[in-house]
């Protein structure tokens, strides 16, 4: 916290056991206070009358109201809602008023609204948003990182020293969020902007060391890209990945023939017979060889298979 001439600002949320909502709302507010400089202090506490003394109130008090800093989402007629359905709980009100000054743009604010928040306010509401596919096997959430965190029956932890503890967490994860996002706009113009000017746009050609993910993300929302090709960073290989048939699947538009699937090396060679083929990844959406022109002499032979 920085210490200087301006007012202490008081920011107050409930005490006794803690959720990813109310440790990310608190973290989102130190991150802006910290970028004006602002000395500041959480209180954990349920007590109304400090209540009443916080410039931010987040996830306790009953009410909302951004224009006052009030950001409680428990009331009976709740506080807010997106137009996809999902509630705002606290960390989404915060981040509705503040995420753009928090993130710097708009854009990305939105992003991460998408990708981190929206998660979590469901999971604080209680609502479903997403459905298992293999009984008793569910996605590790933020919720569960939080909980594992918290102190089992045998344990006697300071909770609010536990709290501060998280914040810290979940500072770090909001600014590489931030940084992430920030980074990925210019990326996904670079990737565009190579799409517009590919002639076979199904087979896309990428010289810089983009995620698979960005990459994939990015050609789905086009039809007609079927591989992409990127170095990997870090070493000389390429890799060959196929593009997904939906966001989120390993299900690709065509994926690489069934003759390579698990195979390497020599193995490899002597099925495709280019010689720097490396490796096939036994699902078949990914392959990779040790140079860019070993990557398109495999990604080519691919397209040309029935």
Same mark, same amino acid.
């Given at each position: 916290?920085?210490?200087?001439?301006?007012? @202490?600002?008081?920011?107050?949320?409930?005490?006794?056991?803690? *959720?990813?909502?109310? #440790?990310?709302?608190?973290?989102?507010?130190?991150?802006? !206070?910290?970028?004006?400089?602002? !000395?500041?202090?959480?209180?954990?506490?349920?007590?109304?009358?400090?209540?009443?003394?916080?410039?931010?109130? #987040?996830?306790?008090?009953?009410?909302?109201?951004?224009?006052?800093? !009030?950001?409680? *989402?428990?009331?009976?007629?709740?506080?807010?809602?997106?137009?996809?359905?999902?509630?705002?709980?606290?960390?989404?009100?915060? /981040?509705?008023?503040?995420?753009?000054?928090?993130?710097?743009?708009?854009?990305?604010?939105?992003?991460?609204?998408? #990708?981190?928040?929206?998660?979590?306010?469901?999971?604080?509401?209680?609502?479903?948003?997403?459905?298992?596919?293999?009984?008793?096997?569910?996605?590790? @959430?933020? *919720?569960?990182?939080?909980?594992?965190?918290?102190?089992? /029956?045998?344990?006697?932890?300071?909770?609010?020293?536990?709290?501060?503890?998280?914040?810290?967490?979940?500072?770090?994860?909001?600014?590489?969020?931030?940084?992430?996002?920030?980074?990925?706009?210019?990326?996904?113009?670079?990737?565009?902007?190579?799409?517009?000017?590919?002639?076979?746009?199904?087979?896309?050609?990428?010289?810089?060391?983009?995620?698979?993910?960005?990459?994939?993300?990015? !050609?789905?929302?086009?039809?007609?890209?079927?591989?992409?090709?990127?170095?990997?960073?870090?070493?000389?290989? /390429? *890799?060959?990945?196929?593009?997904?048939?939906?966001?989120?699947?390993? &299900?690709?538009?065509?994926? &690489?023939?069934?003759? /390579?699937?698990?195979?390497?090396?020599?193995?490899?060679?002597?099925?495709?017979?280019?010689?720097?083929?490396?490796?096939?990844?036994?699902?078949?959406? &990914?392959?990779?060889?040790?140079?860019?022109?070993?990557?398109?002499?495999?990604?080519?032979?691919?397209?040309?298979?029935?």
């Amino acid at each position: 916290m920085h210490k200087n001439k301006k007012k @202490e600002i008081i920011i107050i949320t409930h005490s006794g056991s803690f *959720h990813a909502d109310d #440790v990310f709302a608190c973290a989102s507010l130190s991150i802006l !206070l910290e970028k004006k400089q602002q !000395l500041f202090k959480i209180i954990r506490t349920r007590n109304e009358k400090i209540i009443k003394t916080g410039d931010f109130v #987040v996830d306790v008090g009953g009410k909302y109201d951004p224009s006052k800093n !009030l950001f409680d *989402h428990h009331q009976k007629e709740g506080a807010d809602k997106r137009k996809n359905g999902i509630l705002y709980a606290s960390f989404g009100l915060v /981040w509705k008023k503040y995420g753009p000054e928090i993130s710097g743009n708009k854009t990305v604010a939105q992003k991460i609204d998408r #990708v981190l928040i929206q998660p979590i306010d469901a999971g604080d509401n209680g609502i479903a948003y997403y459905k298992p596919l293999f009984e008793n096997i569910l996605p590790y @959430e933020f *919720h569960s990182i939080f909980g594992v965190y918290s102190p089992s /029956w045998k344990e006697n932890i300071d909770l609010d020293k536990l709290f501060l503890k998280m914040i810290i967490l979940a500072k770090d994860i909001i600014k590489r969020e931030i940084k992430k996002n920030t980074d990925s706009i210019e990326m996904e113009r670079i990737i565009e902007n190579i799409y517009r000017n590919t002639r076979d746009k199904r087979l896309i050609i990428i010289t810089l060391p983009f995620s698979r993910f960005d990459i994939v993300n990015t !050609l789905g929302k086009y039809k007609k890209p079927i591989y992409a090709i990127y170095p990997e960073r870090g070493d000389k290989d /390429w *890799h060959i990945v196929g593009i997904n048939k939906r966001p989120g699947s390993y &299900l690709t538009r065509k994926p &690489l023939p069934k003759s /390579w699937a698990g195979k390497t090396g020599k193995a490899l060679q002597k099925i495709t017979g280019i010689k720097e083929a490396k490796f096939c990844h036994r699902a078949r959406f &990914l392959a990779v060889a040790n140079s860019k022109e070993g990557a398109i002499a495999l990604a080519r032979l691919s397209l040309n298979k029935k």
